[in-house]
């Protein structure tokens, strides 16, 4: 089983930054892959990015170019770097990780950039 517990979420103006950070309960090289999601008021949750953990990284559209994920496997935590926010990345963002064969999900962070 892993336990992943998200943070850094926040207010923040367009154009500005935030970093989410999700610790993980194991060593995230036991872990084939992790990732962000995100859900919006009245839409569907969404996939943000995921990383492998041989490294291999992958964006949404929506995001490339803006967002970097990046994992510390020293501290079993994944980092979600966002840059040139929009009001339309307003969201609640969740940390997943797929672990022998089943996905588990954090608890989810708020995100909330004003225009």
């Known amino acids: 089983q892993v336990r992943l517990v998200e943070s850094g979420g926040g207010l923040v103006q367009a154009g500005g930054s935030l970093r989410l950070s999700c610790a993980a309960s194991?060593?995230?090289?036991?872990?084939?892959?992790m990732g962000w999601h995100r859900q919006a008021p009245g839409k569907q949750r969404e996939l943000v990015a995921t990383i492998t953990s041989g490294g291999s990284t992958n964006y949404a559209d929506t995001v490339k170019g803006r967002f970097t994920i990046s994992r510390d496997n020293a501290n079993n935590t994944v980092y979600l770097h966002m840059n040139s926010l929009k009001p339309a990345d307003t969201a609640v963002y969740y940390c997943?990780?797929?672990?022998?064969?089943?996905?588990?999900w954090g608890q989810g962070t708020q995100v909330t950039v004003s225009s």
């Open positions: 194991r060593t995230i090289f036991s872990i084939k892959a």
């Open positions: 997943t990780a797929v672990y022998r064969g089943l996905t588990y």
